[in-house]
C-alpha cells in the first residue's frame, strides 16, 4: 500500500490576510488511481491545487512525491517535477498546430524541427486514442479534443501526477465520454490524476477515491463506492444527515393563490439549457443546488443577460420578448448580480449614482432625473435600508460589502420592479445585514412583488422560500414546497433521490 | 492509423488563407490594370518602380509584421526612418564612411527597438503609447538635426546609390531600337533579403513561432513554458533594426534628407501588413503576405493615378477604402470559417 503512493501533501498550511485558507490539510494520491477533490466554493481545493501547482507557496507543511520532498517553486518547476495541469480554459494556442502546442516552449535549440515533432506528436496521439492529426490548427479541433492534446503535452512531459481541474465544464456527453476513457487509459499506465469537478454524476463514474475539503479544511477521504451520494452532499454542504432531520418540519408556509406574474416554457440561454419556470405575484421562490449546477444561468436567462437561445416568455399572461436585460427591466424585472463587484457596482460613483443608475437607464438617457430629485431618492433609500455610508456622494467602493449590496437592492427598488431576482444578495455580508435583507424579501413579498431569491445557504433559502426549484448538473430535478421543505429533503434532491 | 502512414492534406491555416486571398486579388487587379489602362503596365519595369519605390517601405512593413503577429503595434517605424536618413546623410556630408553610416543607421532602429521594446515588455507600458511617444521623439530629433533639407554629396555613397541592377531580357525596346533593361536599385535586393531571412525567422525558428504563441495566446503562451516579456522585447527590438536598414534603404533611393521624409509611413506599413493578411489581434500573419499588401496598394495607388486622378487625396481615399474592404473581408471569411468549425 505504501509503495503505491505516488503523492503525499501532509499538514498544508495556507494563510491569505485574515484567512486560514487551507488548515492542516492532507492529501494523498496513488499511483495509477482518480481521485476526485471535492467541496464547495470557499472549501479550499482550488488553493490547494495551487499549492501543489506553486502558483501559491505553502506556509506549512511538507510535499513529497515517491516518498521524495519536494519544493515546488513556480508552475514550470511543478511540470519539471512530473506534476501537470489541465485547466477549465484551454491554455493552448489555437492558432498553431496540434504538434506545436505539444512541443512548443519546451524544444531545444533555436530550430523548429517540424518534420520530427509531427511524427512524434503523431505517435503520442495514436498510442492515447486522440482523434487528431498533429498538422491540423489546434483552433479547428473540438474543445474536448484541445483539451486532450493538452493532456498528450502532459502525458509527453512524464507526468506523474496530472491535475484536471474541471475538464468537463464546456464538453458535450460524447466528449466527456472520449475524456473519461483516456483518464482510464493514463490510469491504467499508473499515473495519478486529481479530478476537480462539480458534477457529482461523472465523480461517481470515474472516480476511484473521494477527497472532501470544507472550509479550509479536510473533511475525509472515502473509496466512492463506499460514500453515497447524499452523503457526500452532506460532507460538502456540512450538515449530518442526522442532524437535518432532527431539525425538525419548517413551518408550512401559506402558498398566496395569485395570478401567475412571470411565466417561461423551455427558456434557454447560451449557458443555461432549456427549463420551464414560473413566478404568482407576491411569491417568494428559489433556486437551490450545488455551485455550477446552472441555478445562476438559469436566472441570467430570465433577466436576458446572457444571450438567450429559445422559449417562450409571458409576463401576466401576455406574450413578451425578453433578449437582453433592458427589455427586462421594461417588464418591471429586477436583477442583482451574483458577483456584485463584476456585474454590480461601479466603485468609482457615488452613492448617489449607483442608486439611481437602473431608474435612469429605464427612463431613457433623454429624461435625465434632476439632481435634486437624485438627492430625495438617495436619502430616502439610505435611510429606509439603513444603508451605513459617510454621505450620498461617497464613492461605493469604500463601502463594506452588505452595504454595497444594499446599495445595489436600493438601485432596483427605486425603480418599483414587479418581480426581483436576488442571485447570492447575502454572499459574504454580516448575519446582521442578512437577516436584514431577509426580513425585507418578505416585505416585499407582502407589497405584492415576485421574488427569486438564490443563495448557497439552504436554510437562509427555507426561511424565505415558500417553493424551492433544485437544480443538479444543469437540469431542473426537483421542485419543493409545502412539508418537503426541510434541509434533508433538499440534501436528496441535490445528490440525486436514492439515498 | 492513416495520419502516421498517409499524408493528409490539411486545409489552409488563418495564416495561409487571407495570405492567398491577397495574393489573388492583387493578381486579378495587377491584370486588369494591364488591359484596362495599358501603358505603364504593361512594361515589368512598372512592377520594379513599384519595389524600387517601396523597399523602405516593405522592409519596415516586415517589421510590423513581427510585431503584430506578437499581438503589439509599432507606430515609430516611419519616424525612425526619417531620422535615420537625415542622421545619415549628415555624417556622411561631414566626411563619413559608408560601412559606419551603415552601422549608424542599424544602430539607431537598434537603440529605439530596444528602449520602446523595455518599456512595452517589461514595464508593461500600452506599445501603441510608448511607440507614439518614439514617434514623436524621432520626428523631433530629425526636425532638431536640420529643418532644411540635405542632399548627399559623398562619393562612395553617390556610387551605391547609382548602382542598379539591369537585367537586359526583363527590359523592353524603345521605339528607336534601344533596348531598355530593367533597373532595380540595391534597395529591393537589401528588402528581398529582409523578407526571406523574416519568413525563415517566422517558419522556421523557435522565437518566431514563440511570436505566433505569444499573440495567439498570451497567458497560454506563459503556461506553455515561452518567457513571454523577452519574446516580446525581441519582436520590438527587430521591428526598430528593421526601421534602421529601411532608413538607410530610403537615403539609398531619394539621395538625401528631409524632415517630412516617410511621413505616414508607419500608417502605410500597418496598411500593408494588414491587406497582406496580418490581424491586428495577433496570432495570425504572414510577411510573404506583407510583400504582397505593399504592392497591391502600391498599384491601387498606380491605377488611381493613371485613371487621371491625380491629386493626391484620391490615393489617401483609396487606400482608405482599400483597407477597410480588406478588413471586413478577413473578419467575414474568419467568421464564415470557425461558424463552419464549431458544429
Known sequence: MQENVLLQMSHIEKRFPGVLALNNVDFTLRKGEIHALMGENGAGKSTLIKVLTGVYQMDGGEITVEGEPIVIKSPQDAQ?????TVYQEITLCPNLTVAENMFIGREKGEWVRHKEYEKRADEILTQLGIPARSTQQLGNCSLAVQQMVAIARAVDMKCKVLILDEPTSSLDDKEVNMLFSLMRDLKGQGVGIIFVTH????????????????????????????????????????????ELSSLGETEEKNIVPSEVFYEAEGLSSSEALPFDFSIRKGEVNGFTGLLGSGRSESVRAIFGADKVNGGTVKIKGQPVKINKPVDAMKHGIGYLAEDRKRDGIIAELSVRENIILALQVMNGMFKPISRSEQEAFADEYIKVLNIKTAGRETPVGSLSGGNQQKVILARWLLTHPDYLILDEPTRGIDVGTKLEIQKLVLKLAEEGVSVTFISSEVEEMLRTCSRLIVMRDRHIVGELKGKDLNQTQVMKTIAGGEA | MKNLFGKRKEPL???????????????????????LLGGGFLHTQQIFDMLNDNASLIIVSCGLTIVMIGGGIDISVGAVTSLVVMSCVLYLNNGGNVFVSILLALGIGLGFGLVQGFLVSYLEIQPFIVTLAGMFFARGMTTILSVNPQKVDHAAFSKL??????????????????????????????????????????????LGRNFYAMGGNQTSALMLGINVKRTRFMSYILSGLLSGISGFVFMMHTGAGNATNAAGMEMNAIASSIIGGTLLTGGVGNVIGTLFGTLTLTTIKKIVVSSGLNDPWWQSITTGGMLCFFILLQSVVLSRRSKGKKS
Open chain 1, 199 to 242: 458534477f457529482l454524476e461523472q465523480v461517481y463514474e470515474v472516480s476511484d477515491r473521494i477527497t472532501v475539503l470544507r472550509n479550509g479544511e479536510l473533511v475525509g477521504e472515502y473509496l466512492t463506492e463506499e460514500l453515497p451520494q447524499v452523503e457526500l452532499v452532506s460532507k460538502m454542504i456540512g450538515k449530518e444527515l442526522e
Open chain 2, 13 to 35: 491555416t488563418n495564416t495561409q488563407l487571407l495570405m492567398t486571398i491577397t495574393i489573388g486579388i492583387f493578381v486579378v487587379m495587377y491584370i486588369l490594370a494591364m488591359t
Open chain 1, 80 to 84: 519539471n517535477k512530473g506534476i501537470s
Open chain 2, 161 to 206: 546609390r547609382d548602382a542598379k541592377i539591369e537585367i537586359s531580357w526583363l527590359g523592353y525596346t524603345a521605339k528607336n531600337g534601344n533596348v531598355v533593361p530593367a533597373r532595380i536599385e540595391l534597395g529591393v535586393v537589401v528588402a528581398l533579403a529582409c523578407i526571406v531571412l523574416v519568413f525563415i525567422l517566422l517558419k522556421y525558428l523557435r
